[in-house]
T-cell receptor
Framework: EAGVTQSPTHLIKTRGQQATLRCSPI?????VYWYQQALGLGLQFLLW???????NRGNFPPRFSGRQFPNYSSELNVNALELEDSALYLC?????????????FGSGTRLTVV | AQSVTQLDSHVSVSEGTPVLLRCNYS??????LFWYVQHPNKGLQLLLK??????LVKGINGFEAEFKKSETSFHLTKPSAHMSDAAEYFC????????????FGTGTRLLVSP
């Protein structure tokens, strides 16, 4: 069984640009979660998608957005990049039973804003 | 609301000695609890999970954790540390409030010396 795959593994952008990160969940998983892991700030919940809908978002500005496609893959977009957006962005998926049984994480996309 | 507190930011052990990583949780109802491990520049891997079955949970790589409701604790242990155990460990709580997400602790960095 393929795990959660994220692309690209590394991304370097200039301040003010837009970044697009992609995530493919495990087959059969309908929920996708995005987390930001910035240095010194731990893991912060960004967004939760389920069945194509945004179900909840964390305390992040609107320039962080995303979507989930009919095949349950997901995209995270970060507009007007700021230096402090530099972080490891982790995607996770869970089956329809929800997080009671844990998430499966991808290896992440390391975004560097210069 | 749920929360977790990891009592140690760093734990240092010698190879072959026991490991204890401490975690206390807060939840207004019966939680699901997890331990995840993150090796440098990698995503998160699920070590073990408690979902209201047996209170002593065995995970991968010889780790186990015991759910103690009276102490609101879910400490992670391993009888004998291996060099490859050096990583960041996250205690995580989940619960259904109509909104599914995991709440992460701040992490404990385990250092293993020869």
């Amino acid at each position: 069984e393929a795990g959660v795959t994220q692309s690209p593994t590394h991304l370097i952008k200039t301040r003010g640009q837009q970044a697009t990160l992609r995530c493919s969940p495990i087959s059969g998983h309908t929920s996708v979660y995005w987390y930001q892991q910035a240095l010194g700030l731990g893991l912060q919940f960004l967004l939760w998608y389920d069945e194509g809908e945004e179900r909840n978002r964390g305390n992040f500005p609107p320039r962080f957005s995303g979507r989930q496609f009919p095949n349950y893959s997901s995209e995270l977009n970060v507009n007007a990049l700021e230096l402090e957006d530099s972080a490891l962005y982790l995607c996770a998926s869970s089956n329809p039973a929800g997080p009671f049984y844990g998430y499966t994480f991808g290896s992440g996309t390391r975004l560097t804003v210069v | 609301a749920q929360s977790v507190t990891q009592l140690d930011s760093h734990v240092s052990v010698s190879e072959g000695t026991p490991v204890l990583l401490r975690c206390n949780y807060s939840s207004s109802y019966s939680p699901s609890l997890f331990w995840y491990v993150q090796h440098p520049n990698k995503g998160l891997q699920l070590l073990l999970k408690y979902t209201s079955a047996a209170t002593l949970v065995k995970g991968i790589n010889g780790f186990e954790a015991e759910f103690k409701k009276s102490e609101t604790s879910f400490h992670l242990t391993k009888p004998s540390a291996h060099m490859s155990d050096a990583a960041e460990y996250f205690c995580v709580v989940s619960g259904y409030t109509g909104f599914q997400k995991l709440v992460f602790g701040t992490g404990t960095r385990l250092l293993v010396s020869p």
